[in-house]
């Protein structure tokens, strides 16, 4: 075997959506790991259009990142799909730690750790306080009320299973996209509204509840570290230890 021969399993194409431009942090961060593969083991392989980068608003998450997933599916034969948001700081070596801890029959779906923003109160003069957690999720039914909530309390480096996580740094085996797709059509991200509520989820936490469904599991590593670049902050694990203590919820290390 040559050293440029790759195993199926290694084989990676890198997906994104992007607004027309792209945070600085992702840039850097994505030629940085693009450096980094491009050895004697690359692994991180782009079809015949490049790399899966769709142009697209905000309105049009959903339809991009179902156009995407019909791409790499119809455009490739490449095992493994990585999302990484446009506006995700991340290490070089990202990839090669989430192939690591994926399995495609046990582990299909693992995430990096991530961040997202949410509302946490009302400030002074009609404002509002921000937060942030991590995007590893349980779902909760409470009977007149069901959804997902955030997992804030999680160990160090390790692979946890999760009842759903975000779209911002993920990996997906391509047998869980066949699979969504032969029972739901090319629907990977459109919206599921549950009948309690009814409440509907995001196109990324959909794409959990229809994978679970095809029994294919999501986990999060939680030692692969990334940097969500929201504009007036960065969201990372350090920010959101820090809100942490600041709340009382952890003891200062």
Request: one cysteine or more.
């Amino acid at each position: 075997m040559s050293k440029r021969t790759k195993r199926p399993r290694d084989r990676v194409t890198v997906a994104f959506l992007h607004p027309g431009k792209y945070n600085a942090n992702f840039a850097e961060s994505l030629k940085d790991m693009l450096f980094h593969d491009a050895g004697a083991h690359q692994r991180i392989i782009s079809h015949a259009h490049g790399q899966l980068g769709k142009q697209c608003g905000s309105g049009g998450l959903v339809d991009g990142r179902n156009k995407v997933a019909a791409a790499f599916l119809d455009e490739t034969d490449i095992e493994w799909l990585f999302w990484i948001d446009s506006d995700m700081g991340f290490a070089p070596d990202t990839v090669d730690r989430l192939i690591a801890a994926a399995d495609p029959a046990t582990r299909p779906i693992v995430g990096g750790l991530c961040f997202a923003a949410m509302t946490i109160g009302a400030s002074s003069f009609h404002g509002v306080r921000y937060g942030t957690c991590p995007t590893i999720y349980d779902f909760v039914d409470k009977g007149e009320k069901v959804g997902f909530t955030s997992r804030l309390v999680y160990p160090a480096d390790e692979v946890v299973p999760v009842a759903g996580t975000g779209s911002a740094c993920l990996l997906i085996h391509r047998q869980v996209l066949i699979d969504v797709r032969a029972k739901y059509g090319d629907n990977w991200y459109t919206p599921i509204t549950h009948p309690t509520g009814p409440t509907t989820f995001s196109e990324d936490l959909s794409f959990c509840v229809r994978a679970a469904a095809c029994d294919h599991a999501t986990f999060v590593h939680t030692g692969v570290k990334t940097c969500h670049d929201k504009g007036f902050v960065f969201l990372d694990e350090e920010y959101f230890v820090g809100q942490e203590i600041a709340a009382g919820r952890r003891q200062a290390a």
